[in-house]
């Protein structure tokens, strides 16, 4: 059980630094509205897919993770200090996070549990796919 409430709160902690991530990137990236609204709207869903997080583990643990500001602080100060790399190199360095995340999700579903955490992933991972993407359609 431990297991996976850490696994839980783990998930939340990089939905909120994702949204902060994003959150910045789309501000920073304005003048390119493709890109910014790409951005904006990967920003809105790792916020909502955080919320599906939060929500599992009060109505599975009986208590609230803390921290969702802290996290998406932590999210746009990374952002903030990758402001002097290109596009590019963000992008490339977030995919390659993203993609991280993609398998790690792909490895949890491959055992054909269906629990509410496994549905919670299952309906995130068109997402995720599509974060990890974007340097590829940009790029190559």
């Known amino acids: 059980m431990n297991e996976l409430k850490n696994q839980v709160k783990e998930s939340f902690r990089m939905e909120m630094i994702g949204t902060g991530i994003y959150h910045v990137l789309s501000r920073q990236y304005k003048k390119s509205p493709g890109i910014s609204s790409s951005l904006k709207e990967f920003s809105q869903q790792e916020e909502m897919h955080?919320?599906?997080f939060k929500q599992y583990y009060k109505k599975t643990f009986g208590k609230?993770?803390?921290?969702?500001?802290?996290?998406?602080f932590a999210g746009r100060a990374v952002a903030i200090?990758?402001?002097p790399?290109?596009?590019?190199t963000k992008l490339k360095k977030i995919g390659a996070a993203e993609s991280?995340?993609?398998?790690r999700i792909e490895k949890a579903l491959a055992g054909g549990e269906d629990t509410g955490y496994h549905k919670i992933i299952r309906k995130i991972l068109p997402d995720e796919k599509a974060h990890a993407a974007l340097y590829g359609?940009?790029?190559?």
């Open 50 to 52: 955080g919320k599906l």
């Open 64 to 72: 609230s993770i803390k921290g969702e500001s802290f996290w998406q």
């Open 81 to 83: 200090v990758m402001r």
């Open 85 to 88: 790399l290109s596009l590019e």
């Open 100 to 103: 991280q995340a993609v398998s």
């Open 137 to 140: 359609q940009l790029y190559t």
